[in-house]
Nanobody, 115 residues
Framework: QVHLVESGGGLVQPGGSLRLSCAPS????????MGWYRQAPGLQREMVAS???????YYEDSVKGRFTISRDYAKNTMYLQMSSLKAEDTAVYYC?????????WGEGTLVTVSS
């Protein structure tokens, strides 16, 4: 069983920045795809950013130019750097990893953008 542990959420003012981290229990190299999803109250979960093992990154239109997904293989950790945060970015953010068509999820970390 793969475990994904997120951290880094919290309260931030509009225009501020946060960095989320996701540490999997297995090597990042073993996953076909990794990414971040978010779910705001009353809305469906949506993909925010992702990358394939050997491919380029994907970003949802509303976060392009503001969010950056990255990974540190030495630390075996995936990150989501979020800048110029807006109130509409408020959501629970989930780490996702796919291996052999099986989806794994973290428990989520809450990001609240408010003044």
């Amino acid at each position: 069983q793969v475990h994904l542990v997120e951290s880094g959420g919290g309260l931030v003012q509009p225009g501020g920045s946060l960095r989320l981290s996701c540490a999997p229990s297995e090597s990042i190299f073993g996953f076909d795809l990794m990414g971040w999803y978010r779910q705001a109250p009353g809305l469906q979960r949506e993909m925010v950013a992702s990358f394939r093992r050997w491919g380029s990154s994907y970003y949802e239109d509303s976060v392009k130019g503001r969010f950056t997904i990255s990974r540190d293989y030495a630390k075996n950790t995936m990150y989501l750097q979020m800048s110029s945060l807006k109130a509409e970015d408020t959501a629970v953010y989930y780490c996702n990893a796919v291996k052999n068509t099986v989806n794994y999820w973290g428990e989520g970390t809450l990001v609240t953008v408010s003044s």
